[in-house]
């Protein structure tokens, strides 16, 4: 059995690759959600009435996957700044 420092030693050189990965399924996410957005839409010259509706089916799965990959992101970066201790 692993002593708890090998664990803690273990996830503190595990936690920068589990950043990277989340950070490109986080870009893919937010990529995979703009296929809709127009150019007009990107500089702020947006029609109101497109903007909200509601999610369904694999749009609603996405959205819900992207918060929930930013919130994981935002988890192991802190964890890794608690860790090291920086």
């Known amino acids: 059995m692993?002593?708890?420092w090998t664990q803690m030693e273990a996830l503190v050189s595990?936690?920068?690759y589990a950043e990277i990965v989340l950070s490109i399924l986080l870009i893919v996410g937010i990529v995979l959600q703009q296929r809709g957005a127009t150019l007009g839409g990107a500089f702020g010259?947006?029609?109101f009435a497109s903007t909200f509706y509601k999610r369904r089916g694999a749009e609603k799965f996405l959205f819900n996957a992207t918060i929930g990959i930013a919130v994981l992101l935002v988890l192991a970066a802190v964890a890794n700044f608690l860790l090291l201790g920086s």
């Open 14 to 16: 595990a936690l920068p």
């Open 45 to 47: 010259g947006d029609n």
């Open 2 to 4: 692993l002593s708890f």
